[in-house]
Nanobody
């Protein structure tokens, strides 16, 4: 299993970023996928999950209405569109294989910093 996140960076409050996660080594098209994040000094926080076909999505209350999870099964890539970013969204973001309560196999992560 290989998961490679990208797309993080420094953005001002209210800005947007789109994270990507390139997946290989497992049947991506058959696998639910999840984004989690870890803020400085805190534990892992579940952010969002998407079903294998993309038809079902779920979000943490803290990001609902601002973040959108999606996937392109032909490209074996998972996405997280993040809008209206807040300083409290600052974290390392990881993609993981599996659904909300059973994810595993995180990538190396991508840093998102929201600051003016």
């Amino acid at each position: 299993v290989q998961l490679v996140e990208s797309g993080g960076g420094l953005v001002q409050p209210g800005g947007s970023l789109r994270l990507s996660c390139a997946a290989s080594g497992f049947p991506f098209i058959l696998t639910s996928m999840t984004w989690v994040r870890q803020a400085p000094g805190k534990g892992l926080e579940w952010v969002s999950s998407i079903s294998s076909g993309g038809g079902n999505t779920d979000y943490a209350d803290s990001v609902k209405g601002r973040f959108t999870i999606s996937r392109d099964n032909a490209k074996r890539t998972l996405y997280l569109q993040m809008n209206s970013l807040k300083p409290e969204d600052t974290a390392v973001y990881y993609c993981a294989k599996g659904p909300k309560l059973q994810y595993s196999g995180r990538g190396q992560g991508t840093q998102v910093t929201v600051s003016s």
